[in-house]
């Protein structure tokens, strides 16, 4: 069975900083290319990002919102994914998925929560 | 505002058949396939329709999609209550070089 499981998420200052992992299991990890979506308090969902396979040079593609703040990588060794965002500020307060796939999302995680306020 | 168009909200009642429309540009509906995902209550969203009208296994037939140009469509028939849910399509831009997401339709059955 897949699972995708985020964690890391919580409360944070404006002007700070976060990093979300999202460990996998139930598929070959390394063969995958995974994505990052969140979905603001509204309901709206927003593309952060994605990044492909080793074997395709683990590039990485970024939304514009969050372009050049943010950094997607991976850790196939271990099986996880990693989300780092920095200058964060209120509006990115929202849940933060870990997805499979590029748009097709064929698998969610249950989401990690993230408040940006003072 | 969100550059693929849905209505926000949509209804039927038990057995009716409704239909979902997402509008949007040359540059992403028009070039790319449209995939269609729903959202129960306080779960994440799940895979409904991809590469615009096909079924992962599990979906009900109730839930079919279709493109046609710059536009596409998600119709339900048969409406049940457990299809109250929000509803979005996704479809990647060509020229923003992003995954779009669509604003959400909210399905009530009345």
């Known amino acids: 069975e897949v699972q995708l499981v985020e964690s890391g998420g919580g409360l944070v200052k404006p002007g700070g900083s976060l990093r979300l992992s999202c460990a996998a299991s139930?598929?070959?990890?390394?063969?995958?290319?995974m994505t990052w979506v969140r979905q603001f308090p509204g309901k709206g969902l927003e593309w952060i990002g994605r990044i492909k396979t080793k074997s395709n040079g683990e590039a990485a593609a970024y939304g514009a919102a969050v372009k050049d703040r943010v950094t997607i990588s991976r850790d196939d060794s271990k099986n996880t994914l990693y989300l780092e965002m920095n200058s964060l500020k209120t509006e990115d307060t929202g849940i933060y998925y870990c997805?499979?796939?590029?748009?097709?999302?064929?698998?969610w995680g249950q989401g990690a929560l993230v408040t940006v306020s003072s | 505002q969100s550059v693929l168009t849905q209505p926000p909200s949509a209804s039927g009642t038990p057995g009716q058949r409704v239909t979902i429309s997402c509008s949007g540009g040359?540059?992403?509906?028009?070039?790319?396939?449209v995939y269609w995902y729903q959202q129960l209550p306080g779960t994440a969203p799940k895979l409904l329709i991809y590469?615009?009208?096909q079924r992962p296994s599990g979906v009900p037939d109730r839930f079919s999609g279709s493109k046609s140009g710059t536009s596409a469509s998600l119709a339900i028939s048969g409406l049940r209550s457990e299809d109250e849910a929000d509803y979005y399509c996704?479809?990647?831009?060509?020229?923003?070089?992003?995954?779009?997401f669509g604003g959400g339709t909210k399905l009530t059955v009345l």
């Open positions: 997805t499979t796939g590029d748009s097709g999302f064929a698998h």
């Open positions: 996704v479809t990647w831009d060509d020229s923003l070089y992003v995954v779009l």
């Open positions: 040359a540059s992403n509906i028009g070039k790319n396939w």
């Open positions: 590469r615009n009208y």
């Open positions: 139930g598929f070959p990890f390394a063969n995958a290319l």
